[in-house]
């Protein structure tokens, strides 16, 4: 079970749009469509921003979207604000009731 | 609103073993619907699953802690727990104690998180 691909880093201006990847395996992301995303702001508990690929809880704004293609789920957060500086990662079901994490992307809003 | 608590020693010696307890409240660990886990992060670093418990006693965890992880659950007092045994430096980081959707995988509670350090 190795952790998912993430870039360690992504920026943007406000106002931009950024897509951070999330590239696994067959065995993971390829395999289901259990992708989920999460916010982390520093010294704060992760929180739940995608899930099921591109389904967003409620209260997150639709600013934020998810997709996948293949062995790649991404998420792209539009009109970038100054609060969406965050961390953030995906995760995906890895069969036999696994999960299983990307790295993290550190999002910077120039 | 789902609730979740950590406790236990913030410092564990070299080889021992690191005890946790998540309470819950506002829930029912009994719930057919969800899981209950662990996930750690050292500090500085990205998020590691550790496992999941269910109601029913199943568990389920992430296979490169091989058998040093032991989960429980007791659902008359609406709490569960983790055992790490021979814990090394490497086992230092913050621990939340979580709820995991069965369908979706999603983990949409948290608890705060509790730091465990290990140290002699």
């Known amino acids: 079970q190795s952790a998912l691909t993430q870039p360690p880093s992504a920026s943007g201006s406000p106002g931009q749009s950024v897509t951070i990847s999330c590239t696994g395996s067959?065995?993971?992301?390829?395999?289901?469509?259990?992708v989920s995303w999460y916010q982390q702001h520093p010294g704060k508990v992760p929180k739940l921003m995608i899930y099921?690929?591109?389904k967003r809880p409620s209260g997150v704004p639709d600013r934020f979207s998810g997709s996948k293609s293949g062995k790649t789920a991404s998420l792209t957060v539009s009109g970038l604000q100054e609060e969406d500086e965050a961390d953030y990662y995906c995760?995906?079901?890895?069969?036999?009731?696994?999960?299983?994490f990307g790295g993290g992307t550190k999002l910077t809003v120039l | 609103q789902v609730q979740l608590q950590e406790s236990g020693p913030g410092l564990v010696k070299p080889s021992e073993t690191l005890s946790l307890t998540c309470a819950v409240s506002?829930?029912?660990?009994?719930?057919?619907?969800?899981?209950w886990g662990w996930i750690r992060q050292p500090p500085g670093k990205g998020l590691e699953w550790i496992g999941i418990?269910?109601?029913?006693?199943?568990?389920y965890h992430n296979p490169s802690l091989k058998r040093r992880v032991a989960m429980s659950v007791d659902t008359s007092t609406n709490q569960f727990s983790l055992k790490l045994s021979s814990v090394t430096a490497a086992d230092t980081a913050l621990y939340y104690c979580?709820?995991?959707?069965?369908?979706?995988?999603?983990?949409?509670?948290w608890g705060q998180g509790t730091l465990v350090t290990v140290s002699s």
């Open positions: 418990v269910y109601h029913n006693g199943n568990t």
């Open positions: 995760s995906s079901y890895a069969g036999s009731n696994k999960l299983v």
């Open positions: 067959s065995s993971d992301v390829g395999g289901y469509n259990y």
């Open positions: 506002g829930g029912f660990i009994s719930s057919s619907s969800y899981y």
């Open positions: 099921e690929v591109n």
């Open positions: 979580v709820r995991e959707d069965m369908v979706a995988t999603r983990v949409d509670f």
